[in-house]
Each structure stands twice: as C-alpha cells, then as structure tokens.
C-alpha cells in the first residue's frame, strides 16, 4: 500500500476500488475493501500487525467496494450510510453479486480462488452503524468526519481526517482513469464537488486513479461539463439518444482503471444516456 501521510495508507494500483486504511492509536479503521482476495488478505495482515480493526467504513455500495465485507464480519462494526443496505449485495450490473465476483477472482485472482467462500456460506456483512447526513467519529484521538455526498450514487458519503489532512472521496472521483456516470445524478454530482472543494483538504484517495491533491477537483468537474456540452450540442441538432451513443466517445481522454479494459464500451455509452436523459428530462416529461 501507498503511504499517503504518517497515518494513511491506500491502494491505487488494483482492479476495483482504492482501498484504504487509517490507523490510530486504538487500532486500524478500513476504508472500503479490496475486490481482489489477495490484496485483502495483505492489507488485513498488515493492518493486525498494529493493533486490532476498530472499524470498516463502506463508502458506497457498489460491489467493488463492499466485496470484502465478508472478511470483517464479527471482528468490527461496518459503518455507512443510511440508504447503504437497500442496493448492498444485490447485483452488479445485470449479474448477481455473488457471480460477478466469482468470476472477477476466477480471471484476474485465481491463486486465491480456493479462499472464495461458496455462495451459501457468503456473509454479506451489512453496515450496523449508519447516519443521515453527517456523522463524526473518534478513535482514539483521530476525529473521523463522514459526510453523505450523493451524486455518484445515493448512499455515496465522504470521510474526511482533518488531522491527517486526507480527504477519501470514493467514486465521486476518478483520477486519471475513466469516469462511470452510470449511476450518477449529475447536479447532485456538481454539488458534491463543489462541497468537497470546499473542504479544502491536501490529499485526496478517489474511489479509482492515483491519491491527489485539491486541484483535481477542479479537472473532474470540467471533465463532466465536456461530457454534458457533447452530448447538448447533438441534442440541438435533433439527435437521437442511439445517434449520440455512436457519435459520442471521450475514450482516447483516459484509460479504464486496472483489471477492467473491457468495460471502455458500456462506460462511453452509458456516460452519453446519462447526459442525454439529465438535458432532455423535461422534454421527455412534456
């Protein structure tokens, strides 16, 4: 794992989420988990190495981020949104969770396939601690603000460490890789950045890409203004939804985050239906 300050650690260079853990002086708080069992392990081993777990913090529910909660259950309180466990482990595109991570560690982790409990004996391991819109949480003497930042997803939320100066925002950001607006609210998407920014922490772990600073913000915002200007300027000239999917593509902008290459296609069409429905809702309400 990346040492982002003294206390901060994250993983950046795996399929999946960006993986995070933060240790304090009571013990080590998990900031999502890694969807690769391999990597999970290692970063369970480590953190035990300093102490016990306290927490584990799901920032959304998005399978590439809760996959691991199996591994916690019994040993720590798993904490998140309120809204969290309606969608939790219920299916990851069209496939049912338990499937889609089958087959994610059959591919891409298959040293540890024999580690991957059978469907029946899956614990999914739901949040037991929740809040609304903001929560604040002590361990030992580290403060850890949670705040609910919807946008990318309704149950998204935010923890910020003033102490350690470290912002982690899970997908609301996507640093140097391909943005997923599949889910997204665009203008609660906006209002998220712009409270973010506001924030004005030093590092930031985004739910995929490289830890960054402030100013990316800033990158990603215009990055969702490009996509939204794209697609507008095809819906005036009286483009259909279809016509804009195939004339429509910022794929040569970014790459796709590790270990998922395949999914460039769904990403630049779901991105333009997203765009389309959100400039033409009223229209299609009329």
Known sequence: MEQVTKNVYAETKIRGCNPAIVFTKEGAVFIDTAQWISSLLEHRE???????????????????????????????PVIGHERLGDDFWTVAGDVPCYQYSLDVIQRQDAACLHLMPAEKDYIVNKPTITFSERMELDVGD??????????????????????????FVGDTLFAECQMWLHSANIPQLLETLDFLEGLNAEWIVPGHGPVV??????????????????????????????????????AERYPVDIGQGEMMEYIQRTNVVKCYNYLTKNRQKG
């Open 142 to 167: 580290t403060r850890f603000n949670l705040y609910h930042t919807p946008g990318h997803s309704d149950s998204q939320i935010a923890v910020h460490i003033p102490g350690e100066n470290v912002l």
């Open 213 to 250: 600073k402030n100013d990316y913000i800033a990158v990603q915002r215009a990055f969702i203004y490009e996509w939204i200007a794209a697609v507008a300027e095809k819906v005036i000239k009286g483009w259909s939804v279809e016509e804009c999917i195939a004339g429509i593509s910022f």
């Open 46 to 76: 480590f953190a035990k190495k300093k102490g016990p777990i306290k927490y584990l913090i799901n920032t959304e529910f998005h399978i590439d981020h809760i996959f691991g909660n199996h591994w916690f259950a019994g040993e720590c």
